[in-house]
């Protein structure tokens, strides 16, 4: 069989790798497909982090809510002992872990827990950063696919191979107008090289008058259905375009080639288990075609920071009720007021670096960090109440036993306060002799 020679080459991507994702990633993934909507799925994973380490976080807030508790209890001590060494804040430090050591206080009773909150976060962000790759690098391999597709519905997926005049080649073509796309195959190495037939097609549609109309008409079939798949399976959020990509107006829910291969740090894994590269798996010009009719995406806005805005909201919130819940720490941990003023740089520090999670990472990421703030605050809320209440009984029945306490201490108590009111009396009688 030979073909016409101003038959016209089409080339297809047949694009095929994906990253590979751990225990965590394809767990958001089984969430999100659970609850269908890409955000909600993210929040239930946040929540669902926090159970899992609720009991460590109860343990923490009501440790620290205890400390607190007992150093306000020591606020008389202390104070005084702030005054008397005004001028020497290391010997005031001594003089305070002696006060600690008393009454059985310690700083460091609630660092474990906030370790493993911080292992938790790492955690987190690791997952949902390669989960955001992983799906972005989907959406593309997708919309290539359906490029592909949209093409070869005009080839005859019954054809068989046939000899062609080139001996190292196979053909494999349709017969019928409508299958206008047919291939060469190497037979060696199996490469096929798609080719339209131009005839065939400017018998379909009469207004074609060249192989370059052919190859443009074509080319238009699959820039629609990889426009049309984007738009059906891009994963947004309320006003966010695109949930992988920040919420700020700078980033686009399509990104051009350079910022979409910026963000995809890991390697791919190809269908033959080759790990390679972003740029070695795709080259510019085959992303360019492939989002030719998207550009309206790669211009607008991915979203207008409110996740952003919100993110430092609700850690300024958290913290806030930190300092609220710890103000004798922060009140009498110094002499100088240092620790006062290291509480005041975390209320910017770690808004700040929030902030920066937010401008810089996913909205996905943005949206954990606020689920997970608005649930520190809510679950410290309950936790003081429960343990100030607590605490408020255990002293109510401290005070209440002392006047009815027996045994060798209330004796000797007893017998320090009578002597001293007879001390008194002797004086007074003196005085008026």
Known sequence: MITNLLDTTIQLFEVSGEIPMNFLEAFIGILIGAVGITGLGIILYCLILKVVILPLDIWQKATMRKQSLKMEKMRGQLEKLQV??????????????????????????????????????????????????????????????????????????????????????????????????????????????????????????????????????????????????????????????????????????????????????????????????????????????????????KSQPNGFFILVALTILANVGSQLLAMRSQKAQRDLSSVDKSAQNMQKWMMFIMPALFCVFAFLYSAAFSLYLITSSVFSILSTLVVNRVIDSIFKKKQAQEESAKPYSGGRKALTRDWERNRAIMGEDKQDKKGKK
């Open 84 to 297: 008397q060494y005004a001028d020497s804040p290391d010997l005031y430090q001594k003089k305070m872990q002696e006060v600690y050591k008393q009454n059985n206080f310690s700083l460091f009773a609630s660092c474990i827990p906030m370790i493993a909150s911080l292992v938790i976060l790492i955690f987190a962000f690791q997952s949902l950063t390669g989960f955001s790759q992983h799906m972005n690098l989907q959406l593309y391999t997708g919309m290539a696919n359906a490029y592909d597709t949209a093409i070869l519905s005009h080839s005859d997926p019954d054809a068989v191979r046939q000899e062609y005049t080139d001996p190292n080649y196979y053909i494999v073509e349709g017969e019928g107008d409508e299958h206008y796309i047919y291939y060469l195959e190497h037979k060696e190495d199996k490469h096929r090289e798609y080719q339209i037939d131009t005839e065939k097609l400017m018998r379909l549609d009469s207004s074609l008058k060249d192989g370059n109309d052919c190859l443009e008409y074509v080319k238009n079939l699959g820039r629609e259905a990889a426009a049309d798949y984007y738009g059906n399976n891009v994963d947004g959020f309320l006003w966010i375009k695109n949930i992988y990509y920040p919420d700020v107006a700078w980033a686009h829910p399509l990104q051009s080639y350079d910022d979409f291969c910026n963000a995809i740090t890991r390697e791919i894994e190809t269908t033959g288990g080759t790990k390679i590269k972003i740029r070695d798996f795709i080259n510019e010009n085959t992303y360019n075609e492939i989002t030719y009719n998207l550009g309206e995406a």
